[in-house]
Every structure is written in C-alpha cells, then in structure tokens.
C-alpha cells in the first residue's frame, strides 16, 4: 500500500511540473465556463436594423420608435434610397432592413390595409427567423395601440411557461455539455499521453521490472486523473453556481455518483488508448482528434442531435458522453430522481465494464 | 535569396516525407468540410409537441389540426393531464406542451377570451423560445381565422371597427431565400480548417525541430533569423492557400455554394489572413518546447478564437466586453469576410476595414513572434 501510495505521489509531481500542462487542466474548463455563460448566447439581442422609411410622418415615426425602445434591436442610420440597402448588407453593417411604403398612413386605414417590408439577412438562418417574429410582435403591438377603442372579439392569449427555466439563462444547457468534454480532455487525452509518455521516455521498463504488480501500474496512473477530474468538476459546479445562478435541483450525491461514472468511463478509454498507441503524438491525435470531434458533434449540448442525418445518430449511441449530458441534464436541471436516468446509467456502466476490460486485456507487461 | 531557396527546398522534402502530416493537411480538412455540416445544423425543426386537449370540441380539434399542418411540429402524444404530459417532457420526448383548457370553445364564444397553456423545456434555448414563438403565431393565426367567421355572423359593424387599421408584414429573406444552415456553416468551417492547418500544424513543425535537436543545427549555420522564420513561413503559407483552394472547390462541388463575389478579392484576405495566422504558429512554438505543450497551447487559443468568432452564436448579442475580445481576434474578421464575399458578393469597397484589421493582426503576430524567437537555446 505504501508503494502504490508513492506511487501515486510520483504521478503528481509529473502532472504539477508542467506548468503548461496545468494551464490547460484548470484553465480551460474555467474559460469555457465564463465563455458560455457570459459570452455565448443563443439568445438574438442587438440586431443592426436601418430604416428606409418612405413615409415620414408622425405614424411611421411612431412605429420607428417603438422599434427603437426594444433591446433586440440597434437602429442605424435610417436609408435613404434602395440601392443603399444593398450597400449597408455588403458590408455586414446590419442584419436586417425595414421598409415603410410612402403610403402608409393612408392605406393602414383601407381595407387592404398597409404592408411594410422586412429585409432579413439570411446568412444566418435563425437570426433571421427570430428578428422577423420580434418585427411581427412589434407590429402587432403597434396596430394594438392604434385600436385601443375597438374590441378585438374572441382572444385567444397564449399562456406561456418556461419549463426548468424561468429566467432564460442560456448557459444552462451549455453547463452539462462542458462538464462533458472536461472529463474527456482531463480523464482520456491527458490519461493516454501520461501512460505513453512512460513508454516513449523508456521508463515504463523501469516500471515493468519493479516489484509492482502490472494492474497496480495502471490503477496508480489512473488515480491521479481521477482526483483532478473530480477536482474540475467541482470547480465547474462552485463556478456555475457562484457566477452563472445555475440551479441545481437534483440529488447531489445522484450527480456526483453518475459522474465518477462517466470519469471511470473515460480513464478506461483513456488507458484503451494508451495500451495501443506507442507514440505520444498517435495518443494525442486518437484521443485530441478521435474523441474530442464526436464529443462535440455528438453528444447534443452544440448541434441537436435530432437534425443529423442517421447515420449520425446511430453513431453517437456509442458516444458515452451522449449518455453522461443526458443523465446530468435530467438530475441536475430538470431535478428528476434515479428511476429517469437508470437506463442511461445501465449503458455507461456497461460501456465502462467493457472498456476497461479490454484495456486491461490488452496491456502489455513486456516491451516489444 | 539563395539560402533561402535551399531552406525551402528542405521544407518541402520535409513536409512530403511525412505522410501522415500530409495526410492530417489535405485529407483531414475535405473529410471535415463534407462531414462537419452535416452535423452541424442549428436548425430548428420538428419541434416534438405533446398536447393535453380537456375540452374535446370542435374549436380545440381545429385548432390541433392547424398546429399539426403548420409543418414545424411533430405531435407526439396526447396526454390525458397536464402531469401525463409534463412526464414526456421530462423523458425528453416531447419539447413543448399545449393544453387547452375545459370548456374552450363555450367560454371562447361566451367570454370572447380564453387562455391555452404552452410549457416549453427551456433548457434548450433556441429550440424552446422558437417553440413557443411559432405556436403562439400558430393561435394567433387561428385566432384571425376566429375574426373573420365572427365578423361574417355579427355582419358589418364589427367588421368595420376590426378592419379599421391593418398592418401586414412582408418578409424577405436575401442571400438565403429558403434559411439552409449550410450557406452559414460551410463557409465558417472553411475558416476553422485554414486557420488550424495555419495554427497547429506549423507551431508543431518548429517545435518538432526543437524536440528532434535539428534546431541546434541550423542555430550553428550562419542562417539568418529572417531566413530562418521565412523559410518555415512560406511552404506552410503555399500549403495553407492549397487547402483553402480544395475547400473552395468541394464547397462547389458539395453544397453547391460558389462564392458571389470576386475570387481575386477573396484570395487576397486569405493571403494575409494565412500570414497572420502562421505568426500566431511561431509565436506558439516560441512557447512551447515539446509537441505536447504546444498542441494544448494551440488547443487552449484555438477554443476561444472558435467559440468568440461568431462562428456558433452571433457576436452580436455577446455583452460588449465579450465583442471587444472576439474583435481583437484574426478569426473574428476573417469569417465576416469570408461570409461576406462568399454569400453576399461584399466588393473591395465593402470589405476595406476588414482588410486594415487583417493586415495588422498580421504585422502584430509576426512581430512579436519574431521578437520572441532566439536562435539561442
């Protein structure tokens, strides 16, 4: 016992001594954290909107600034002709042109009624669809106060909830996804480097003729990996709470057990490697190019999962990150108990029994 | 000139004799652009809805079947509660849930005001406020369809009040007519692909001579620094225009996007582009001392330039300190240009700042890489 804890304590100083290393350790999951959260929102806010209003009256004025009180939109400089709207597209100057005919507080009273024109720049598809839904509230905002006199007969009102999340915090969904991919980075890629390295540097011989059993060789290199995963985790959990009001509504001890899980998961991945890779830079590529490209693509919290095309889908049923994103979203956000997540959790055991089996089959306790 | 031209030459045997790195440049990058839109696809549709229908007439079944025909739902179930449905919310099986209310259509005639209920699973974001957008556009068009059986029966001194001012919108979609992610897509990963070749793969080869110990060597020959560092730059530079070529080829041949604008304009920002970005590789590898560290060192910078670019999500609603930081980036103003040209057919005129920024970023990275490489160990 005494040897396997040295041993682990070696593991250590190698991880500490690279400070560049660390740097990716620690500083990436915190980065990523702070990017999703403050950073990246799927949310549309501050929409570049230039107004070429051919009307110039009191009305079309009105409805210019109701445009302007809302925060989803940025008004520019208004156009004066057409051609200029072409222009300000071209240089990405604004994402989206209105355009108020020279008649429109005369035919807003006839009963064809008045039409307006939204341009929408659909280079980026969603955006586009969203800006032209908050233009056609507006609008209908507008024709409200128009005819605050009249009775509108037979109102449907569309009651809406927000389910697990009320205030709309975007990162919510990001929260389970980089958890996910930290474990991946930490537990598979910096596992399968740590284990080869041993092997490129000639001391995994050293290793292989000590008194050491070899199983104890690969626990002890796993061990560290475990600590520091765990470690992250909880740094990603305090700063999502802390920072980002992430709350979470599920069982703690359920979280941190199904993650151990999915880290016991990974560190078998990452062994798998390590034992059939003998250069540092084929464990990198296979764990860095390998594993992290479909953790991102198909595990769901980036692109929906439902949209690829099947083959895709087939493919991400033996992602063990699917499962693992799924499972914390559920316990985590949603605050569902076991009896939700016990299928996924049944495949990941599965899939951990099976990897490290095969890793451990497959380790070599001679040199070629 | 002619020391340079023997470097060169050493470059290139360099670059052909490893084939798993030519492999990594040319294979990977078309393999890439062909997979990763098709994965990537942000568009929301088949929004999976669950509907509780307590009232069972002829207005909640109209309504349902207006839903279903709108084409942006798949209805999954019907549930016979609130709390039967919210359970296939909580499984994942249905993202929206509409109940409507006992009694619908007696108080809907009686009271002319009813309230349905819509709950979304807002974890997801984009997919639970669109959701919830197009079934309330959903009602509120069969709400005008309401209007119009109710004006025919009270005749036409309702109809004359309701008409009294009306506003329709009419929406265009430019550069997209039918909103394909792929014309957003393709065009970014072109971008994440040149910059990784131009990041990663030279910051590894400079260090690679710095782990093999052959940096040693050319220190000891009376190369100069700029000789040194042009020679690295240029084959990677050629290499990276290669690439940038294939990818504008497969894009044509694959998604059928050709670029709008001018091809000459375009080459020349990923000209400068690739030069800014070969910078950032030297300076990586001034950084590093092993292949390891320096492929973390470019994964960790690499990361942020992705997520920051606007590649994912509009830079315009980052927080302003979040634009301050995606604009102090070289990816940032390449992919706007980029989309620019490509979609859109931006021209010289259109595009001039962009080129400015480009150009600095470039003088800035080499300067400091420059600064930063010794030919002392």
Not at chain 1, 100 to 105: A, G, K
Not at chain 2, 234 to 247: A, K, L, S
Request: proline share 4%; with cysteine.
């Amino acid at each position: 016992m005494r040897q396997f804890y040295s041993f682990i304590k070696k593991e250590f100083y190698h991880v500490f001594r690279d400070k560049r290393t660390l740097l990716i350790l620690f500083g990436l999951p915190v980065v990523q954290i702070l990017l999703f959260g403050y950073a990246l929102n799927s949310e549309v806010k501050n929409i570049d909107i230039a107004i070429y209003d051919q009307a110039g009256n009191s009305l079309s004025g009105k409805l210019k600034s109701l445009i302007a009180s809302s925060d989803y939109f940025n008004q520019q400089a208004p156009i004066l002709n057409y051609k200029e709207i072409e222009n300000r597209f071209k240089s990405g100057s604004i994402k989206c042109a209105l355009i108020i005919p020279p008649q429109f507080s005369v035919d807003i009273n006839k009963p064809g009624g008045a039409t307006i024109q939204v341009i929408a720049d659909a280079t980026d598809p969603n955006t586009a669809t969203i800006l032209t839904n908050y233009l056609t509230a507006i609008t209908s905002r507008f024709k409200e106060q128009l005819q605050q006199t009249s009775i509108k007969p037979f109102t449907i009102t569309p009651n809406v909830r927000l389910l697990y999340n009320e205030t709309q915090n975007g990162s919510l969904s990001f929260i389970p996804g980089v958890i996910a991919l930290i474990f991946m980075i930490v537990s598979t890629a910096l596992t399968s480097v740590a284990v080869v390295r041993e092997k490129e540097m000639g001391t995994m011989e050293i290793l292989l003729v000590s008194p050491f059993k070899p199983i104890m060789v690969l626990m002890a290199k796993a061990i560290p990996y475990l600590i520091l995963s765990l470690i992250n985790f909880i740094i990603i959990l305090l700063l999502s709470v802390l920072l980002l009001n992430v709350e979470i509504r599920g069982s703690i001890v359920l979280i941190i057990f199904e993650s151990l899980l999915f880290i016991i998961t990974c560190l078998s991945l990452g062994l798998l490697i390590s034992n059939i890779t003998n250069s540092q830079q084929t464990a990198m590529l296979a764990s860095m190019m390998g594993m992290m490209l479909p953790t991102m693509l198909l595990t769901g919290f980036m692109f929906p999962l439902e949209n690829m095309p099947l083959i895709f889908q087939v493919i991400s049923r033996v992602i063990p990150s699917r499962y693992y994103y799924q499972i914390i979203k559920s316990v985590m956000l949603k605050g569902l108990g076991f009896s939700y997540v016990w299928k996924d959790t049944l495949i990941l055991a599965a899939m951990a029994a099976t990897l490290l089996f095969i890793a451990l089959k497959n380790f070599k306790i001679r040199l070629q | 000139m002619k020391v340079l031209g023997f470097i060169l030459r050493k470059e290139f045997i360099q670059i052909f004799r490893d084939k798993v790195i030519l492999a990594m440049m040319f294979f990977m990058p078309v393999m890439q652009l062909i997979i990763l839109p098709l994965a990537a696809n942000f568009e929301v549709k088949n929004i999976n809805l669950v509907y509780v229908d307590l009232d069972h007439s002829s207005y909640s079944m109209q309504l349902i079947a207006k839903i279903a025909a709108s084409g942006y739902f798949i209805i999954q179930d019907n549930s016979l509660s609130y709390n039967e449905g919210l359970q296939l919310i909580e499984n994942g099986k249905a993202d929206v849930l509409l109940e409507i209310p006992p009694h619908f259509e007696r108080d809907l005639v009686r009271n002319e005001k009813q309230s349905v209920i819509i709950a979304a699973d807002a974890i997801n974001g984009t997919k639970s406020t669109l959701g919830a957008t197009y079934l309330s556009s959903v009602i509120a068009d069969f709400n005008a369809g309401l209007d119009v059986n109710f004006k025919a029966v009270l005749g036409s001194g309702v109809s004359s009040a309701s008409t009294a001012s009306q506003l329709n919108i009419d929406a265009v979609n430019w550069y997209n007519p039918r909103a394909e992610y792929k014309y957003m897509m393709v065009p970014g990963i072109l971008v994440l692909l040149l910059t990784m070749i131009g990041g990663f793969i030279t910051a590894l080869n400079i260090v690679k001579e710095k782990e093999m110990g052959t940096i040693e060597q050319i220190n000891v020959t009376p190369l100069k620094k700029w000789q040194f560092i042009l020679g690295k730059l240029i084959p990677f530079w050629i290499v990276g225009m290669i690439v940038f070529t294939i990818g504008l080829i497969v894009m044509y041949l694959i998604y059928g996007i050709f670029p709008a604008g001018s091809l000459l304009l375009l080459y020349l920002f990923a000209a400068v582009y690739l030069i800014a970005l070969l910078g950032f590789g030297l300076l990586i590898s001034t950084l590093a001392d092993t292949q390891l560290q320096a492929m973390f060192i470019a994964f960790f910078f690499m990361m942020i330039f992705m997520l920051m670019s606007g590649f994912f999500t509009s830079t315009d609603s980052m927080p302003g300190w979040a634009r301050i930081i995606s604009n102090l980036t070289p990816v940032t103003h390449f992919i706007t240009v980029v989309r620019l040209i490509i979609l859109k057919g931006s021209n010289f005129a259109n595009v001039k700042m962009e080129l400015l920024y480009l150009t600095g970023f470039a003088i800035a990275l080499n300067a400091m890489a420059i600064y930063n490489y010794r030919k002392t160990s």
